[in-house]
């Protein structure tokens, strides 16, 4: 089992910047790609942003792009989603997620391909 924590939600104004962060620990591998979905209120959980086990590449949602920056540290078990530009309909609760793969370079988009994830943290950007 892996255990997901997510950190690093909170309230921000439009246009400005937070730093989530997750932190994985039980039976970790490093051969896991991750991924951020995220949530808002009367929706589904949408994917926002992947990255695959080698950091070799990340796959970002339309909604997104230029604006979110994913990434990982391998080594502390950790990935962390840079969120600048932030708008009031980023307001969701973000999940972390991670799939066991032994393919370096894939991402993956689909909540139904990830079989590990954290509780959420909420972020709420006020316009």
């Known amino acids: 089992q892996v255990q997901l924590v997510e950190s690093g939600g909170g309230l921000v104004q439009a246009g400005g910047s937070l730093r989530l962060s997750c932190t994985a620990s039980?039976?970790?591998?490093?051969?896991?790609?991750m991924g951020w979905f995220r949530q808002a209120p009367g929706k589904e959980r949408e994917f926002a942003a992947s990255?695959?086990?080698?950091?070799?590449?990340?796959f970002y949602a339309d909604s997104v792009k230029g604006r979110f920056t994913i990434s990982r540290d391998n080594a502390k078990n950790t990935v962390h989603l840079q969120m600048n530009s932030l708008k009031p309909e980023d307001t969701a609760v973000y999940y972390c997620?991670?799939?066991?793969?032994?393919?370096?370079?894939?991402?993956?988009?689909?909540?139904?391909?990830?079989?590990?994830w954290g509780q959420g943290t909420q972020v709420t950007v006020s316009s």
């Open positions: 039980g039976r970790t591998y490093s051969n896991y790609a």
């Open positions: 990255i695959s086990w080698s950091a070799s590449s990340t």
């Open positions: 997620a991670a799939h066991v793969t032994y393919n370096r370079e894939r991402v993956y988009s689909a909540t139904d391909q990830y079989e590990y």
